[in-house]
């Protein structure tokens, strides 16, 4: 990646950052709630048998309840982990509860990698995807580790979703050529498809 491209990024990451981690936690728990009440709506969500969910860590679009109520229709979950913080890549580990994300890494919960419990790329329906800023493109910016970039790589785009508060989507981002979009996006005001 070009030395301009990680500074775009990196400015652009600065100033969304910043703005989400402005929003106060009522704010954040109304607007939450309204994006799953819309990601509910959608056919993909409906007729999901397994799902990966991001466990919300800072600022980001809540997700506890989306996980508890997903459980609660009998579906399956699974959260992203890696193994050791110097991995490079994630896997899928499937929970039966939210008490099984006890472990920390980079600060983020998630469940311990068993392989017995490591779930391959093509049984997940539906991937839920955070991010600091999204594009209409479906271009996403997030930490910069480039874990989701290098997971969703022969994920279709049609099983992908971003969830953002409205303020996080803007018209482009500064984008590399590792960079992948999602095929939808969930804010509490709109939904946003990207696959023309």
């Known amino acids: 990646m070009s030395d301009y491209l990680e500074l775009e990024k990196r400015k652009v990451r600065s100033e969304f950052l910043s703005m989400r981690n402005r929003l106060d ?4 728990l109304v607007c939450s709630t309204a994006i799953f009440a819309a990601l509910k709506k959608l056919s993909l ?8 969910i991001y466990l919300s860590y800072g600022s980001e679009v809540i997700t506890d309840f989306i996980v508890k109520s997903a459980i609660g229709e009998g579906k399956n979950i699974v959260v992203p ?4 913080s110097g991995d490079l890549f994630m896997q899928a580990v499937r929970i039966i509860s939210l008490e099984d994300a ?28 955070p991010g600091i800023a999204f594009d209409l493109s479906g271009y996403r910016l997030g930490y910069g580790k480039g874990y989701y970039d290098r997971w969703l790589k022969d994920v279709p785009l049609s099983k ?14 500064p ?5 992948l979009p999602v095929g939808t996006i969930v804010t509490e005001q709109r939904i946003i498809q990207t696959i023309k």
Do not use: C, P, W
């Open 25 to 28: 936690v009522t704010s954040a």
């Open 45 to 52: 969500y409906k007729q999901s048998n397994t799902l990966m």
């Open 81 to 84: 982990a890696i193994k050791n």
């Open 102 to 129: 006890n472990q920390l890494v980079y600060g983020i919960r998630q469940a311990e990698v068993n392989s017995n419990d490591v779930v391959s790329k093509d049984s997940i329906n539906l991937v839920l995807i």
């Open 160 to 173: 992908t979703v971003g969830l953002a508060y409205d303020f996080q989507i803007t018209d482009k981002l």
């Open 175 to 179: 984008i590399g050529k590792h960079d």
